[in-house]
Structures are given as structure tokens and as C-alpha cells.
């Protein structure tokens, strides 16, 4: 860096350079430069990497007349970078505005500095007698500007800005303290699970952060459940069970989420500290319609009992597919069946109608 830079990292895989003084012309020399530096090869593991990164140029007083407004139009235009094709950089200008993708971008970030997020719950209960075991917490955002926007279209952009760090720790600290009001109020034995994004598991200080949440807010962490996904087995397997070991120390139950979509191995579900498996939605929706899904579905239950795992089933909608996954001794279900997510104040009424059923 030359005098008068300052270069900082602003979450996940985005870093913001403050120029200042700088002329058009330093400015573009100097976004030259890093892609000239980033395109060149990396060779990792005998293996060539390429990097092509997406610079977004916003100036004071032009576009902004603070940090955060000028962060959010350089960020504006970063991502027409990526729309078309990356491994350049664009200076902000008021047309980008209009684009749909990239206003959403900037919503988003804002939506998380004003609490427009809330969480939904959607109750999980045992097949062998009915009891409530737990319930998924669901993410949902309430925009002001776009109305109520599904987790589909927001949690992947989310994750591609980095902004699923603090929105995943936003998430876990609010379940937590959920769990400790349920606690207090005489609505025990609630296990509620999270969704980790794999990016939040790969952050070096992931176990260390929930360790502080927790110390926070003096949540148990055998009523909290993580549910991560099978593309986290993708990494080094050396380094997944490290961390799935320090959370299995912390008290926290570990779920495999959507489990039969992704790419994990006997090898790596056998070495896992995993307490559940959740078998996805999609081969729930063809139970009792076809002989070779519903084969498919024994299977995931019959190897999850030899490795000593629970199994619950998502997605369960009809009578039918619970009396079938009963038959197939599957632990537990959730779906439609049950309840739609609820938000807090409906949930606890849904638990008072069960609370003879709760453990």
C-alpha cells in the first residue's frame, strides 16, 4: 500500500481500500494493478488456482458522503462486475440503482443494521408417541422496500457478500435467547435446531463465537441443535471433525441437514459426531409413489440406525407419508403435516395445545 491507503476486510471474502485524494486516474491504476496481481496462477496441492475478483469504485462526495453509503455504492457496483463476467472493476454511477439483484444486495445489508429479520418455528415431534421434540428455527426477512422476501432468493446472496456471517450469528443468538425465555416460562425440553451455512462453519473463530453467545446469554446448549450440510464434508475431513468435536464438547447436538443430496461418504458420516440425520423433502414428496425412492429412504434410516443416528424426515405433508416413515421406523418428522413455520407468540400457543405431549 502507498501513503494515505488504508486497506481493511469487510466480511468473508470482500476487502474495501480508503484512497484518499485519489484521482480517477491513481484509482484506476491502482484496481489494474490488484487484478493484474490476483490473475496470476496459484498453485496449491498440484492443483492451478484462478482468482478473478469484481472491484466496485465509489467516490466522495460524488456518491456518498459517509462510510456506509459509500460502501454500499462501490458494493452496488462491484456486483454489476459480476453480472458481467467478473475480473474487472466499474465505477458506481446512479443508472445501477435500477437493477433489481443489486438494490436487493444493498436492502439486505441495511435490513440487517435495522432488525427487519424474524425467526418462524416449525414444531418437530416423535413418531413413537406423538411427544414434541423440537423445532426448526426459519429465517424470514420483512422488507420495508421488496415485502416479505423468501429465504431462497436472500440467503444465497447472503452468503455470496459475506453477509451470511452476521446474519448466522444474528440467528444463533436470538434462538438461544428464545431457548432461555421457553426455559423460564415452563416450556422445557424444547430442542430447537439451527441452519450453519458452510461458509460460517469455515470461519477460524466459528466455535469461539458460539462459545460466547452462549456465554451471553447463558443458553443451554443441549436444547440447541446445529444442522449443517453435506457439501461441508467437501473440505478437509481432518479439519470438519475438529470442529465438529470442539461443538460436541460445547453440549451442542449436530444434525446433518438434507441428507441424501450432497456428497457425503460412508467414510465421513462414520467418523462424524452427529446425532441426526435429516432425510430431505424431495424423496419424502415420492413416498408411496415410487418403489425405488421409498428403497432409497429405508436405506438412509436402516444406515443411520447402524451408526447409532436418529433420522427425522422434513417435508412431511400427508398422513400417508408419516404412517409409511413410522413403518420404515424413522425417528421423527416435520412438514406441513405438523404445522406450517409459526412465528414465536403462535408456536408457544401450538406448544400450550401440546404441552401434554412435550418431554
Not at 480508503?18 to 496449491?44: F, S, T
Not at 444486495?105 to 421434540?133: A, M, W
Not at 408411496?288 to 436402516?302: P, R
Request: charge should be negative; include cysteine; aromatic fraction near 8%.
Amino acid at each position: 500500500m502507498e501513503p494515505n491507503e488504508l486497506v481493511c476486510r469487510i466480511g468473508g471474502d470482500e476487502f474495501a481500500i480508503l484512497m484518499e485524494n485519489a484521482p480517477m486516474d491513481r484509482i484506476a491504476a491502482k484496481a489494474e494493478k490488484i487484478l493484474q496481481v490476483l490473475g496470476e496462477v496459484y498453485h496449491v496441492t498440484k492443483v492451478d488456482l484462478h482468482v478473478t475478483p469484481s472491484i466496485g469504485v465509489a467516490i466522495y462526495p460524488d456518491h456518498g458522503e459517509n462510510f456506509e453509503a459509500l460502501l454500499m455504492k462501490a458494493d452496488t457496483a462491484m456486483y454489476k462486475v459480476k453480472d458481467n463476467g467478473k475480473n474487472h472493476f466499474q465505477v458506481y454511477n446512479e443508472s445501477m440503482d435500477m437493477e433489481p439483484m443489486l438494490t436487493l444486495e444493498n436492502s439486505l445489508r441495511k435490513g440487517l443494521e435495522k432488525g427487519e429479520f424474524i425467526l418462524y418455528y416449525q414444531p418437530q415431534i416423535s413418531l413413537e408417541d406423538g411427544h414434541v421434540t423440537g423445532a426448526e428455527a426459519l429465517i424470514r426477512w420483512n422488507s420495508p422496500s421488496h415485502g416479505v422476501v423468501s429465504p431462497g432468493e436472500f440467503i444465497p446472496m447472503a452468503e455470496e457478500t459475506g453477509l451470511i456471517i452476521p446474519l448466522g450469528n444474528w440467528v444463533f443468538k436470538e434462538v438461544c435467547k428464545q431457548s432461555v425465555e421457553w426455559e423460564r416460562l415452563g416450556l422445557k425440553g424444547i430442542r430447537v435446531s439451527v441452519n450453519i451455512s458452510s461458509i460460517q462453519f469455515q470461519q477460524l473463530d466459528f466455535v469461539e463465537t458460539l462459545a460466547a453467545i452462549l456465554e451471553e446469554t447463558n443458553a443451554n446448549p443441549n436444547l440447541i441443535e446445529l444442522e449443517i450440510t453435506e457439501s461441508i464434508s467437501m473440505g478437509s475431513m481432518e479439519t470438519t471433525l475438529f470442529q465438529l468435536n470442539k461443538l460436541k464438547q460445547l453440549g451442542f447436538h449436530i444434525a446433518m441437514d438434507d441428507f441424501g443430496t450432497g456428497y457425503s461418504s460412508l467414510q465421513y458420516m462414520s467418523n462424524f459426531p452427529i446425532d441426526r440425520l435429516k432425510i430431505d423433502r424431495s424423496f419424502i414428496d415420492k413416498l408411496n409413489s415410487n418403489d425405488k425412492n421409498d428403497a432409497v429412504v429405508k436405506m438412509i434410516v436402516l444406515m443411520a440406525k447402524a451408526l447409532s443416528f436418529k433420522v427425522i424426515a422434513e417435508g412431511v405433508e400427508l398422513e400417508r407419508q408419516k404412517e409409511i416413515l413410522k413403518e420404515m421406523d424413522c425417528d421423527e418428522i416435520q412438514g406441513y403435516y405438523l404445522s406450517h413455520p409459526l412465528p414465536k407468540l403462535e408456536f408457544e400457543e401450538w406448544l400450550r395445545l401440546h404441552e401434554k405431549t412435550i418431554n
